[in-house]
């Protein structure tokens, strides 16, 4: 049963060459259908693959919020988000799909663009131009490092380079899917990646900290911006930036527009009130959720083995991006006087709001990591998509 406004059932798009719509088996326990193998359901499955839609959605709640608490319980990073995308690939793969309305997909995307637009402290951008050497050249050797990795993984012909692209950019990992999305990439690989690269990220920067736990502040440490407590905004500024955000999307051709608007918007907020952008936690889980749902619904049983199948390569993949910017950052903190550690949060491929937290406990260069994260972050968002799109014709026109 269809959610209202929803747009149906999951996406069968062909995951990274494997065909999407064929049955990856035919045998006991399964039958075919147009759609491609659909597994015969026990008795109280097929009693709760009947109920209403919004009993099917409370059981989505329900299991999400246990895999919240476990993955927050084992210190995972981005688990907010994790467990929804998991508790819905565990439902659509035993057959019990909870169509996600694109409304609320777009909401809470507008939802995480403010709690993105919270983190970002208006007086660190005043450093940029005390810092745009160093910044340019950090935001530059990334981008190229994800350039060159995706280049050289694409000859081997894993992966389709359109999905290597988007999984890949550190732009933050709820907007690439999102844009993934838009321009017809198999954004459940897309989700794997950018959230593969979250995890490795997290664990990079807590191990480049315990090396390096007095190298964060470096010699620029005394422009460094100091982010006092901010009085926070009512909840209800949060309502009106995420409303203005959403009906700007409607009439604005922008990539990711539901989330980029309300940043854009919070961060103006922020400039001239001097308040912080104040978002309810209930309010971050539901847009948590609302994403991790309509990614993690994408998922079939009959994809599940061939997924399993490109995780280390997926693993390896993050690994060596990770590590060619560790190295990148020994370049940025010779050439420039910096501590390893700011230069090294400088350069980590996303997770802005994880490098955060890291910074601020290692009580490093803030106007430095912010700036060049926040930099990157527009850079990807705004001028790289329009250069994929143009690099993938390229390619296929060559082809």
Same mark, same amino acid.
């Given at each position: 049963?269809?959610?209202?406004?929803?747009?149906?059932?999951?996406?069968?798009?062909?995951?990274?060459?494997?065909?999407?719509?064929?049955?990856?088996?035919?045998?006991?326990?399964?039958?075919?259908?147009?759609?491609?193998?659909?597994?015969?359901?026990?008795?109280?499955?097929?009693?709760?693959?009947?109920?209403?839609?919004?009993?099917?959605?409370?059981?989505l709640a329900l299991v999400s919020a246990l895999f919240v608490v476990v993955l927050s319980a084992l210190g995972a990073p981005a688990s907010g988000l994790l467990?929804?995308?998991?508790?819905?690939?565990?439902?659509?793969?035993?057959?019990?799909?909870?169509?996600?309305?694109?409304?609320?997909?777009?909401?809470?995307?507008?939802?995480?663009?403010?709690?993105?637009?919270?983190?970002?402290?208006?007086?660190?951008?005043?450093?940029?131009?005390?810092?745009?050497?160093?910044?340019?050249?950090?935001?530059?050797?990334?981008?190229?490092?994800?350039?060159?990795?995706?280049?050289?993984?694409?000859?081997?012909?894993?992966?389709?380079?359109?999905?290597?692209?988007?999984?890949?950019?550190?732009?933050?990992?709820?907007?690439?899917?999102?844009?993934?999305?838009?321009?017809?990439?198999?954004?459940?690989?897309?989700?794997?990646?950018?959230?593969?690269?979250?995890?490795?990220?997290?664990?990079?920067?807590? +191990? !480049?900290?315990?090396?390096?736990?007095?190298?964060?502040?470096? %010699? =620029? #440490?005394?422009?460094? /911006?100091?982010?006092? *407590? &901010?009085?926070?905004?009512?909840?209800?500024?949060?309502?009106?930036?995420?409303?203005?955000?959403?009906?700007?999307n409607r009439f604005v051709s922008l990539p990711a527009g539901a989330l980029v608007l309300p940043i854009l918007m919070g961060v103006v907020f922020e400039a001239?009130?001097g308040l912080q952008v104040n978002v309810p936690a209930w309010a971050i889980w539901l847009g948590f959720a609302a994403i991790g749902w309509s990614v993690g619904?994408?998922?079939?049983?009959?994809?599940?083995?061939?997924?399993?199948?490109?995780?280390?390569?997926?693993?390896?993949?993050?690994?060596?991006?990770?590590?060619?910017?560790?190295?990148?950052?020994?370049?940025?903190?010779?050439?420039? +006087? !910096?501590?390893?550690?700011?230069?090294?949060?400088?350069?980590? %491929? =996303? #997770?802005?709001?994880? /490098?955060?937290?890291? *910074? &601020?406990?290692?009580?490093?260069?803030?106007?430095?990591?912010?700036?060049?994260?926040?930099?990157?972050?527009?850079?990807?968002?705004?001028?790289?998509?329009?250069?994929?799109?143009?690099?993938?014709?390229?390619?296929?026109?060559?082809?």
């Open positions: 049963m269809p959610a209202p406004g929803g747009h149906g059932g999951p996406s069968h798009r062909p995951l990274c060459g494997i065909p999407g719509n064929r049955p990856a088996r035919n045998g006991p326990g399964w039958s075919l259908t147009p759609s491609g193998p659909r597994r015969v359901l026990r008795p109280g499955l097929q009693r709760l693959q009947r109920a209403p839609w919004p009993v099917r959605l409370v059981v467990g929804p995308l998991l508790a819905a690939l565990v439902l659509a793969c035993s057959g019990l799909p909870v169509p996600i309305p694109g409304e609320a997909q777009r909401a809470g995307q507008a939802v995480v663009g403010c709690m993105i637009a919270g983190i970002i402290e208006p007086r660190v951008l005043l450093t940029l131009p005390s810092y745009a050497p160093e910044i340019l050249t950090a935001t530059a050797m990334t981008l190229l490092v994800t350039f060159v990795i995706v280049t050289l993984t694409a000859r081997l012909r894993v992966f389709d380079v359109q999905t290597l692209a988007w999984g890949l950019l550190p732009g933050g990992a709820s907007a690439m899917i999102v844009m993934s999305e838009e321009s017809g990439a198999d954004v459940r690989m897309v989700a794997i990646m950018q959230y593969m690269r979250v995890i490795v990220v997290a664990l990079s920067a807590a +191990g !480049i900290a315990w090396i390096h736990p007095v190298a964060g502040a470096g %010699p =620029g #440490a005394g422009a460094a /911006v100091e982010l006092a *407590a &901010r009085a926070p905004a009512s909840p209800l500024f949060t309502l009106l930036i995420v409303a203005a955000g959403l009906l700007v001239q009130t619904m994408r998922f079939r049983a009959d994809l599940l083995r061939p997924i399993l199948r490109l995780l280390p390569v997926v693993l390896l993949i993050n690994l060596a991006l990770v590590a060619v910017s560790a190295v990148g950052s020994f370049v940025v903190s010779a050439i420039f +006087g !910096i501590g390893y550690t700011t230069a090294f949060l400088a350069m980590c %491929p =996303g #997770a802005m709001d994880t /490098v955060a937290i890291v *910074a &601020r406990d290692l009580d490093a260069d803030m106007g430095f990591i912010l700036s060049a994260q926040f930099l990157r972050m527009l850079v990807v968002i705004l001028v790289v998509p329009p250069l994929v799109r143009r690099f993938l014709l390229t390619r296929q026109g060559a082809g």
